[in-house]
């Protein structure tokens, strides 16, 4: 009879909140890469890997933050 070993796997999540809400592609982009940079191990084999993103609100909804100056062009096109 002839034993089968499982590979060891490799299991784990990383959560990053944003600090103001946004729907600029970039900016949502470098906080995933953040957050698999942080649960990332060289040398291992990767199958597939995945990032789920929520909390999503319809613009019209937004709370802005108090400490935010959305004063600047790229923060106004982010928001509307």
């Known amino acids: 009879r002839q034993m089968c070993i499982r590979d060891s796997y490799y299991s784990n999540y990383a959560h990053v909140s944003l600090l103001e809400p946004t729907s600029f592609t970039p900016a949502l982009i470098e906080s995933a890469k953040k957050g698999l940079h942080t649960i990332y191990r060289p040398g291992l084999s990767y199958k597939k890997a995945g990032v789920l993103l929520g909390g999503f609100v319809a613009p019209p909804y937004?709370?802005?933050?108090?400490?935010?100056?959305?004063?600047?062009?790229?923060?106004?096109?982010?928001?509307a």
């Open 62 to 79: 937004l709370q802005s933050s108090l400490f935010v100056d959305i004063s600047d062009e790229r923060r106004k096109k982010e928001l």
